[in-house]
C-alpha cells in the first residue's frame, strides 16, 4: 500500500508572478475604460458645443430674416431705427422682428424689439415685453453663447453695392461697420439696410461668418 503524499502547491515565487499577471490586465483594462470614458466624454461635450454653436447661428438668423422696418421709443422718448449696430450704438444690434409666437394669447403685439451684445466673452439677447418702452420698462435678458472672443457686424445699404472677385470672395468696401441715426436729420431714422453680415469669433472653433439679406430686398 502506497502512502499518501502530500499534495503539492503552488511556490512563493509562482504566486507572486500570477498576481503580478493579475495586475497588469487589471492595470490594462482600467486604461482602456478610463480611454473609453474620456473619449465619450470628449465626444459629448463636443457635441453639445455644437448644438449650443448651430443654435445660437438659428437664432441670428430668425432675428434677422425676419426684420421688419418699424422704429421704436427708447426709454428716453427717442425715436430708434427699425434696426441699428455697430461699434457706435448702443448694442452691437437692435432690430425689430416679426414672428414673435403668442401661445397665450396676451395682449401683446406680434413684433418684438431685440438686442445682441457682447459682454466678458459672452453673447447674449434681450428683447422687451413692449415695442415702445418707457423709463421702467426692463429687457429680458438670455445667455446665448459663452467663450465669444469677439462680435461684430457689418451693413450693405443696398444689393446692388455687393461686390466680389473672381474667386467669390465678397468685396467689403462698400460695407459699412455702423448703421447709426444721422444726427443732422433728428427724428429720421434710417431705414433697414439690405444686408447684415455677422462674425464671430468662437474659442475651439475660430472665426465664424454669416451673411443675411434682410425681407424685402
Do not use: C
Amino acid at each position: 500500500m502506497r502512502a499518501n503524499r502530500p499534495s503539492k502547491g503552488f511556490t512563493l515565487v509562482e504566486v507572486l508572478i500570477a498576481m503580478a499577471i493579475t495586475a497588469l490586465v487589471a492595470v490594462v483594462a482600467y486604461s482602456g475604460l478610463s480611454a473609453a470614458v474620456s473619449g465619450a466624454e470628449s465626444l459629448r461635450g463636443a457635441s453639445g458645443r455644437s448644438h449650443e454653436i448651430h443654435q445660437t447661428l438659428g437664432l441670428l438668423s430668425s432675428d434677422l430674416r425676419q426684420t421688419v422696418n418699424r422704429p421704436v421709443i427708447d426709454e428716453f422718448g427717442q425715436l430708434a431705427p427699425a434696426l441699428s449696430g455697430g461699434e457706435l450704438a448702443r448694442n452691437m444690434l437692435s432690430l425689430t422682428r416679426a414672428g414673435w409666437h403668442n401661445s397665450t394669447s396676451a395682449p401683446r403685439s406680434g413684433l418684438q424689439r431685440v438686442h445682441w451684445w457682447l459682454e466678458d466673452d459672452q453673447l447674449w439677447r434681450g428683447y422687451y415685453p413692449v415695442l415702445d418702452r418707457t423709463a421702467g420698462t426692463e429687457a429680458i435678458e438670455t445667455l446665448i453663447l459663452d467663450e465669444v472672443t469677439r462680435f461684430e457686424v457689418r451693413f450693405l445699404p443696398a444689393l446692388g453695392m455687393i461686390e466680389s472677385d473672381r474667386d467669390d470672395v465678397i468685396d467689403r468696401r462698400n460695407w459699412q461697420e455702423n448703421w447709426i441715426a444721422d444726427l443732422s436729420q433728428p427724428g429720421v431714422p434710417p431705414t433697414p439696410p439690405a444686408a447684415v453680415e455677422v462674425v464671430l469669433d468662437i474659442s475651439g472653433l475660430g472665426e465664424v461668418r454669416r451673411l443675411y439679406v434682410l425681407p424685402g430686398q
